[in-house]
Every structure is written in C-alpha cells, then in structure tokens.
C-alpha cells in the first residue's frame, strides 16, 4: 500500500474522530493539497450524517456494514483506496449477530421442548381414557354376570323344590297307602300320616320358595350394588379424564407462552447487543 492509499484508508477514522494527532495532521496536509481525497472526505461525511439521522431500527449495526462493503467495492473498481470500516461498527454487527443466532437455538429448544410437553399430556389423556373405560367395561360385564348368576341358582332351587315335593307327593305318599293295605294297625293311623305327608309337601315347597325368594333379593342387591360401582367408577375415570385434559390444555398454553417469551427475550437480546463495546479512547480531530 502507497502513502496515498493509506491515507486515504484513514478518512473513515478522521471523520469518527479516532485518528491520533501525528497522523491526522498529515492527513489534513494531503487533503489541503490532494482534490479528490477532499472530494471523498465530503462524500464520506455526507454518508455517516445520513447515517446518523436513521433511526437505528431503521439501519442496524449489519446494513451499515454492509453499506462500507458496498462503498469500497465501488472505490476498489474505480481504482482508489479502501475505507476503514469502524472498529466499534463491526464489534456491533457481530454482536447482534451472535444475538440474532443464540435467540434463535433458544427458540428452537423452547419449541421442541413445549411440543414434547404437547404430546405427553395428549398421550396421558389417552391413557386415562383407555383406562377408565377398560374398568368400567369390566364392572359392566360383571354386574350383568350376577343376574344370570342368580337366576341360575333359583331356577335350580325351584327343580330341586320341584323334585322333593313330587318325591314326597306321589312316592312317599304312595308308601303310606301301600302299608295301609298290608297292616290294619297302620290303615288306622293311614289319614294322620298322609296329613303329615302333606304337610311335610308343603314344609318343602315354603322352604324351596324361600330360598328362590332370598337368592332373587340378593341378586337383585348385588346387581344394585355392582350397578353403583359402575356409577363410581365412571365418575372418578371422567373426573381423571378432565383433569388429564385440563392440564394438557395448561401445558399447551404453557408451551406457547415459552415460545413466545423466548422469542421476546431474543428480541430484546439482539437490540441490547453491541449497544455497550468498548471503544479505544484517541484524540478527536479538530
């Protein structure tokens, strides 16, 4: 690099005010004497007012970098020197961009993490249904079982009645005449004997009614009784439902105002970034 082009690579630094004394003397020599120096000194400070007149929303640290990129491409086509973009410019730039890309991984894993949340709480909804409904099926089919169960023994009993009191009827009873026959002392006492029988029938046939009765009672108290388990069942499996649905919901919302915290406090990041870089402390130019 010639003396020339290094001056001119000092402009930037003389307008910001950071070259030291020595050579931002020599600098003002040559551009009391050099025309097109000047020309590119008043072109430089015309660009850095506009600059500082943006907003810097408008025009952050990387579009300004960009546009000292763009300002050399054209000086290094026309064959003059390059200008030196600011240190604290490019601290800047960088800085956001570090900011720009660590608010975003931080966003990333918020995502992830908030839909890994999502399907967790929805697979727990599933599962408690499935469950829920498994028990109450079973209680369901149990309780139906204890009718028919029920039934069975009284239609049982009710044959069984059936059977003695015929036996006691007809065989038993027919013994009672047979011997009558046979014996004149027993013919006597024959009438008190078939009252015995009788009674003896209807002894069999209240005990068998009885017990038809008492099994048809308690089939129909354990029927009630597996019926309100059903009812409890259904009721705690609904209430474990809406709970598991209730906080999918909550983690549903809790997932989206991470993100969207994560997404706020990447912003604020990236503004904050490059705000406060330390800048070499030289001489300002008169």
Known sequence: MNKHQKLIAQISDYVDGLLPKKERAELETHLAECEACQQMLDNLRQVKQKLNNMPAAELPPDVKVGLYETLNQKLAQDGKGQMTIPAELLAQAKAKSQAAG???????????????????????????????????????????ATPVKHAGKMAKEAVDTAVDSGRIATQETAQVMREATDSPLKAA??????????????????????????????????????????????????????????????????????????????????????????????????
């Open 102 to 144: 660590q608010a975003a991984r931080d966003v990333a894993v918020t995502g992830a993490q908030a839909a890994a949340d999502t399907v967790k709480s929805r697979a727990n909804i599933a599962k408690t249904m499935g469950t829920g409904m498994a028990g109450v099926v079973g209680q369901t089919a149990k309780a139906m």
């Open 189 to 286: 006492a024959t009438p008190a004997r078939l009252a015995g029988k009788a009674a003896k029938t209807g002894a069999r046939m209240a005990k068998g009614s009885a017990k038809i009765a008492a099994t048809g009672v308690k089939g129909g108290l354990k029927t009630a009784q597996e019926s309100a388990k059903i009812v409890t069942t259904a009721a705690k499996k609904g209430g474990q439902t809406a709970k598991a649905m209730a906080d999918s919901a909550a983690a549903s919302a809790q997932g989206h105002q991470a993100v969207k915290d994560a997404v706020k406090k990447g912003i604020e990041s990236i503004k904050e970034a490059g705000t406060q870089t330390d800048a070499t402390e030289q001489e300002p130019a008169a």
